[in-house]
């Protein structure tokens, strides 16, 4: 935790002992009263909080903002709905190099009981991105959609003239993602589920104006894909 997030209603509010965030401050940063810390507000500012006070039952924090929030990335990631656990690490790490924004689609191959984890239903995505926000020293959160249709997901895309649009294929791909060009000042990348990406669908893709890419002849896991496939684009977009 390298950055400790509050939300806007935390602020001047006490933390309980029990939370993690409280944990870290007292046993990890050893952080006691008058002792300052890398704060920021989710989605705000960045800047310095200061240990107030400290009881049995609770920690008290003063926030100075110092830095405006960094604007969002104009990377969006499309991935076919995975098994839950591996949602989990693609909302962690995707967050952490700076993806924008995160689209989990249904599709043809995947399956349909991974829309109703309690990953979705209970919230406990987001705190997958407050982990990687927090790891990755930002305030800035992804958008994140869950359980639509890959075909309304495409149809809700910005203009193809102001994204880059890929999707990742081991199959009928004609060139590495690592050989492109991107003249765009965004991008939209896509990955399938576990299973891959069907004929009807590349063929959505291909209406859509997606370019067909691959990352080599090895066949990734999804965490693993999203990793090394977020890093090249935001590489050739100027934002490593």
């Not at 639509?148 to 880059?164: G, K, M, N, T, Y």
Request: hydrophobic share 45%; glycine share 10%.
């Amino acid at each position: 935790m390298n950055l400790v997030l509050l939300e806007e209603a935390e602020l001047g509010v006490p933390l309980p002992l029990g939370d993690a965030r409280a944990r870290h401050i007292l046993e990890v940063l050893r952080r006691g009263v008058g002792d300052e810390l890398d704060a920021g507000v989710v989605d705000g500012p960045r800047g310095k909080a200061r240990v107030e006070a400290v009881s049995k039952e609770w920690l008290q924090l003063s926030f100075t903002p110092l830095a405006p929030p960094a604007g969002q990335s104009p990377l969006r990631l499309i991935v076919g709905l995975p098994r839950p656990q591996t949602a989990r690490k693609v909302l962690g790490e995707a967050t952490t190099l700076g993806v924008g924004a995160m689209d989990f689609v249904r599709t043809d191959r995947g399956e349909p009981g991974y829309a109703q984890s309690t990953l979705w239903s209970s919230g406990e995505w987001r705190r997958h991105l407050l982990e990687g926000a927090q790891q990755a020293f930002c305030t800035r959160l992804p958008t994140v959609t869950h359980g639509e249709s890959l075909e309304a997901v495409l149809a809700a895309l910005p203009p193809a003239a102001d994204c880059a649009r890929i999707v990742l294929d081991n199959y009928e791909s004609p060139e590495a993602l690592s050989g492109l060009s991107l003249a765009s000042p965004g991008a939209v990348l896509a990955l399938g589920s576990e299973r891959g990406w069907t004929a009807r669908e590349r063929d959505l893709f291909r209406a859509a104006g997606f370019r067909l890419a691959h990352l080599g002849p090895r066949v990734l896991r999804t965490e693993t894909a999203v990793v090394a496939a977020v890093t090249l684009v935001l590489a050739k977009l100027g934002r490593l």
